[in-house]
């Protein structure tokens, strides 16, 4: 299984929004309602942010939304602040009954 | 709260085997509903999924890797483990266990531990 598309490196200033894109298959992002998003910090364990494309866990800003069109999902942050500055994953469950996770993407604060 | 913690040893040499332990606290990996899982992540490099194990010691694994990895539990101890068979220097990593909740939700993590693969 291929890892899932993202963009290398996304940036923008504080109170912006950006968005991550994240493309896979039809056997992937494209079958399931199944997309999740983590945060990573530098020496840290990641962080779901978005889980089953759309939802947000208990504690997570609703600064961040997500959202899917056919084999692409993608991560909205809204009012960037300087803690967004991390790597962000999608991950995805697949038709082969495994997860594939993202190539990653660098979000910059200006 | 539900933690949970890798252990195993820092350095593995090249062709043996990578075996590696995660426990469990605050809840029973025997609870229905749950999957637990393993997730690595090479120095400066992306998170790759490993496999995982439902409550009732049903077995996943990522095609890539499926040959050499084996997950099991053991629910007295609340633990589950890896095995990863004739490593190489490509599966020098931090390695994640975490609780997968049926739908693709990694969520929680462990704090991750380093194996270096070298002779």
């Known amino acids: 299984q291929s890892a899932l598309t993202q963009p290398a490196s996304v940036s923008g200033s504080p109170g912006q929004s950006i968005t991550i894109s994240c493309t896979g298959t039809?056997?992937?992002?494209?079958?399931?309602?199944?997309v999740s998003w983590y945060q990573q910090h530098p020496g840290k364990a990641p962080k779901v942010m978005i889980y089953?494309?759309?939802n947000r866990p208990s504690g997570v800003s609703d600064r961040f939304s997500g959202s899917k069109s056919g084999n692409t999902a993608s991560l909205t942050i809204s009012g960037l602040q300087a803690e967004d500055e991390a790597d962000y994953y999608c991950?995805?469950?697949?038709?082969?009954?495994?997860?594939?996770f993202g190539t990653g993407t660098k979000v910059t604060v200006l | 709260q539900l933690q949970l913690q890798e252990s195993g040893p820092g350095l593995v040499k090249p062709s043996e085997t990578l075996s590696l332990t995660c426990s469990v606290s605050g809840g029973s990996i025997s609870s229905g509903y749950y999957y637990w899982g393993w997730v690595r992540q090479p120095p400066g490099k992306g998170l790759e999924y490993i496999g995982s194990?439902?409550?009732?010691?049903?077995?996943y694994y990522n095609p890539s890797l499926k040959t050499r990895v084996t997950i099991s539990s053991d629910t007295s101890k609340n633990q589950f483990s890896l095995k990863l068979t004739s490593v190489t220097a490509a599966d020098t990593a931090v390695y994640y266990c975490a609780r997968l909740i049926s739908g693709g939700r990694f969520d929680p993590w462990g704090q991750g531990t380093l194996v270096t693969v070298s002779s």
């Open positions: 991950s995805s469950y697949t038709t082969s009954t495994t997860y594939v």
């Open positions: 194990i439902s409550y009732s010691g049903r077995t």
């Open positions: 089953e494309v759309t």
């Open positions: 039809s056997s992937d992002v494209g079958a399931y309602k199944y």
